[in-house]
């Protein structure tokens, strides 16, 4: 008889249940000042089941709610990193950070999402390396997420998965590889099918633009020189063989007048070439990174092997030392659009796998769960950009691209409760002692940044607070990204209308031919 006593619950005990469990998920955030792309005002924030439900000030708001108190500090909409790469298979290992360790750290740092790659080998099919990708994510991401699809291999079947891909699986953005020769680089005229294709599907074209076949020619004269150190691998790939590749990545889409998108901009004189191509019209975008934003490649010829090669990616970094400083001036007026990381990592003993040989160090560097501080630091704390501008380049501008605005990307009624309480006087040292990734190693060590985020909100619940974590692996979702983004679709569609190709009406030629003595 006890234990039916608990079974037989009333039904006003259980809405009383029901209510309480509701008010769980009602915060209201006071007294903060709301940061947008387009503007900044003190209003409260009320959240309720996931959801922005209210923006104003001295808000009235149902019973139950947990108060978040925000004077002084900044309510902005979470980060969005548009380009990471967890527990990634490549050159013979697998990224320690995976979906888990990777979007807890994010979380930790101020970022809400992540927008990975699936990456399917030369000749594997895309639609079943997107499931793949899909089973590793879903089971572990504590924040939601959304995939863009490499095209590391060319035919019409790839033409067609693309068309899948976004017509049924929530893609609309595919990145081609202008390096890594043989494993995913594709020629010119692949790459042209692919762009076209792109661009009848409504999809953006993401490149990474370096010169393939001059990195492989030049690698193998500093080994054959003797010069198998980190050092070699920025040598085999001067900022030239970067910019080069860009510029010829922008004139294949502007053929075909399809929006470009290119990644991890690691150098002064790409990024230049952006800009130019930008002042010429052509409908291009540049992803400058945390690494490229906040530190630089001297570090390549530092005595100690390992602090050298854990800087190896791919473009690496500049050792020009003022590359960081210019790409976020240009980031900052607008010349470069947005950043993500290239979170790639890889511990010392994977490191290792290229102690005798630069081209045999996994590519890749931490910076998930830095950038935001990073780029504050860098950027608003050095008095180059405004916190407007910080929003715009860390999460809204992302949505927009990726058409998945305002969902995300905005601190507005309707939005995604993906929200942080950022406080910009508040300062951390960056430290691999200290951070929540799971590489054994920060590029970013010892650096001080100004701008930390006090409380991050995913999907309107607290999930970090104080230096806790608070998540649920697994708790992410993917988020499908439609195709024909008004960001890069609306001038590329009014330019078909307006472009059309057409034939010139003349009378036959009927004068005197040469005669070669060919059949033809
Ligand atoms: C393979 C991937 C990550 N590694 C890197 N960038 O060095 C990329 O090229 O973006
Ligand atoms: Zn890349
Ligand atoms: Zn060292
Ligand atoms: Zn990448």
Redesign the pocket.
């Known amino acids: 008889p006890t234990i039916w006593k608990y079974y037989t619950l009333t039904s006003d005990s259980l809405s009383e249940l029901n209510h309480l469990w509701a008010q769980k998920d009602r915060i209201l955030i006071k007294g903060g000042i709301v940061v947008n792309d387009d503007d900044m005002i003190e209003a409260d924030v009320f959240i309720e089941s996931g959801l922005i439900k209210e923006v104003g000030k001295n808000l009235v708001v149902p019973g139950g709610a947990r108060v978040i108190d925000a004077q002084k500090k900044l309510v902005m909409p979470g980060g969005i990193d548009s380009h990471t790469?967890m527990q990634?298979p490549?050159m013979g290992t697998v990224a320690i950070d995976d979906f888990y360790s990777g979007t807890r750290a994010a979380l930790a740092g101020g970022t809400t999402m992540i927008i990975d790659f699936v990456?399917p080998k030369k000749g594997e099919s895309l639609l079943e390396a997107y499931e793949t990708w899909r089973n590793w994510a879903d089971e572990k991401v504590c924040c939601d997420y959304a995939f863009h699809v490499a095209v590391t291999w060319w035919n019409d079947e790839v033409g067609d998965e693309m068309e899948t891909l976004v017509r049924d699986k929530g893609i609309n953005s595919f990145k081609t590889?202008m390096a890594?020769k043989d494993v995913m680089m594709l020629s010119d005229e692949e790459i042209y099918h692919c762009y076209s294709k792109c661009k009848d599907i409504g999809a953006i074209a993401q490149v990474?633009a370096e010169n393939g076949s001059l990195i492989a020619e030049n690698a193998k004269k500093l080994i054959a020189l003797g010069i198998t150190g980190p050092e070699g691998h920025e040598l085999c790939r001067t900022e030239e063989v970067e910019t080069e590749a860009c510029v010829r990545a922008i004139t294949i889409a502007n053929q075909v007048n399809c929006p470009l998108y290119i990644?991890?901009v690691m150098s002064k004189s790409s990024a230049q070439a952006i800009c130019d191509a930008r002042r010429r019209g052509c409908v291009v975008v540049g992803e400058p990174i945390a690494a490229s934003l906040g530190t630089d490649g001297t570090t390549y010829w530092n005595k100690c092997w390992r602090h050298a090669a854990a800087h190896v990616?791919?473009p690496p970094l500049r050792p020009d030392p003022t590359t960081p400083g210019y790409l976020m001036d240009l980031l900052a007026n607008g010349d470069l659009q947005l950043t993500g990381t290239?979170n790639?990592t890889f511990n010392a003993d994977q490191k290792a796998l290229g102690k005798n040989d630069f081209r045999k160090i996994p590519?890749?560097v931490n910076g998930v769960e830095d950038r935001m501080s990073v780029i504050w630091e860098k950027g608003v704390a050095s008095g180059k950009m405004d916190p407007c501008r910080f929003v715009a380049v860390t999460s809204t501008t992302a949505a927009k691209i990726f058409n998945i605005y305002p969902r995300k990307g905005r601190i507005a009624v309707g939005s995604d409760a993906d929200v942080i309480v950022w406080d910009p006087e508040a300062t951390r040292v960056i430290s691999a002692k200290t951070h929540h990734q799971a590489v054994d190693f920060n590029i970013f060590e010892g650096m001080e940044c100004h701008g930390v985020t006090e409380v991050t909100i995913c999907q309107g619940k607290v999930v970090y607070e104080r230096g806790e974590l608070n998540v649920v692996r697994g708790s992410g979702r993917f988020i499908p990204t439609p195709p024909y983004a008004s960001y890069m679709y609306d001038q590329i569609i009014k330019r078909d209308e307006t472009r059309k190709l057409v034939k010139v009406e003349r009378e036959p030629y009927n004068g005197p031919v040469v005669n070669t003595g060919s059949s033809e």
């Open positions: 790469h990634l490549f990456i590889f890594y990474h990644v991890h990616m791919g290239d790639c590519n890749g």
